[in-house]
């Protein structure tokens, strides 16, 4: 599957879904950007039932504000609408494929009781 761009219009309802969406918040000056994107491209092709969505920051500030992003790239993953990793730097190939498997391998019940016991600890 090709990558597809996100927008504020788009985001919140692409990451809501089942299963995992990587996403790389990049921008067209990024030098570091440009080097990330035949490596999130191939992991696109090579895990086709992942989505994987690019977010350009120049023409999407809002999301940027809205996630925080202080340095390009920035990849982020979620899983069943739940964010499960957050890293700035542009990661090679065998990271990024690592990181997909970790993401895959998650026990998300796990997830979600320990965001519930946070949440508890919280109030």
Not at 16 to 36: S, T
Not at 85 to 94: H, K
Not at 107 to 118: G, L, Q, S, T, Y
Request: proline share 4%; net charge negative; aromatic share 8%.
């Amino acid at each position: 599957m090709a990558t597809i761009d996100l927008t504020t219009s788009t985001f919140d309802e692409v990451v809501a879904k089942d299963g995992i969406v990587l996403v790389d918040f990049w921008a067209d000056w990024c030098g570091p950007c440009k080097n990330f994107a035949p490596i999130f491209a191939a992991s696109s092709e090579k895990n086709s039932e992942i989505v994987h969505a690019k977010v350009d920051t120049e023409a999407q500030q809002e999301l940027g504000v809205k996630f925080g992003i202080t340095a390009i790239p920035t990849l982020m993953a979620f899983r069943d609408g739940i964010m499960v990793f957050n890293q700035a730097g542009a990661l090679p190939a065998p990271a990024l494929e690592q990181l997909v498997d970790a993401v895959v391998a998650l026990d998300m019940d796990d997830v979600r009781a320990k965001i519930a016991e946070h949440e508890a600890a919280e109030h």
